[in-house]
């Protein structure tokens, strides 16, 4: 197998959106903050914003635990230009999300909300793509704490960031607002395919001002 000196192989890669090459190595979790401890007791997940009844949703624990569960194989593609080919994700699927927690009519985006404040934000429909899950497991067994325990985000065709760890709530939104990257620098959309990696590659419209 040939491998470069970063443990990267990129002899098979037309699978992959530009720029990216798969990652051999096992690789040190990434993310900006420390680990959460998960207290189930304390834990709960929420919907929130503009809601079709304007209220706001709450599960704890184990009522999330019993929503309808979806399973789905993607690759992941972190904008650092590594990407790993077929993680098998479980968990509860946007789309029953959206059904369990209709949206008002107006919705175009959501925020994801992480422990400590970290946000993403999506527009709706790239939310509710096929195979976005919040995941409780990956590759068969629950999420390791350093990958998210107990949910998290995944969004395969957008760039890593968006695939919000530690997840604790969705925000509806009637506009666009930019998440933790996105008001650093990073691509407002950060679509892989098209390789929206930075802020400066923004067509006029596609985000809100910095
Ligand atoms: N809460 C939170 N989620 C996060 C991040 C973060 O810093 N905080 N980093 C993102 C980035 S940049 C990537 S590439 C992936 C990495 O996921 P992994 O550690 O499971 O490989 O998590 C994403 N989700
Ligand atoms: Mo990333």
């Not at 949206?103 to 993403?120: F, K, L, Q």
Request: with cysteine.
């Amino acid at each position: 197998m040939s491998e470069s000196a970063e443990g990267v192989d990129d002899r098979d890669d037309r699978r992959l959106p530009p720029g990216q090459a798969v990652r051999t190595t096992r690789h040190r979790a990434l993310h900006y903050g420390p680990v959460p401890a998960f207290r189930p007791e304390k834990w709960d997940f929420r919907v929130m914003g503009a809601t079709a009844d304007l209220g706001s949703y709450r599960w704890t624990w184990d009522e999330f635990a019993a929503l309808p569960r979806s399973g789905a194989v993607s690759d992941f593609h972190c904008v650092m230009r590594f990407s790993i080919p077929g993680v098998a994700w479980a968990g509860v699927s946007s789309a029953e999300l959206v059904a369990a927690a209709p949206p008002g009519p107006d919705v175009t985006h959501v925020m994801a909300w992480g422990e400590y404040g970290y946000s993403a934000n999506l527009r709706l429909d790239d939310f509710l793509r096929e195979g976005v899950l919040l995941a409780t497991h990956r590759d068969g067994a629950p999420l390791p704490a350093e990958n998210g325990h107990p949910l998290r985000l995944v969004v395969p065709h957008l760039y890593g960031w968006k695939s919000v760890k530690w997840l604790r709530a969705v925000e509806y939104m009637t506009a666009d607002r930019r998440g933790f990257w996105e008001e650093r620098g990073y691509h407002n959309r950060a679509e892989a395919w098209s390789e929206q990696r930075f802020s400066h590659q923004e067509e006029a419209g596609q985000g809100p001002p910095l």
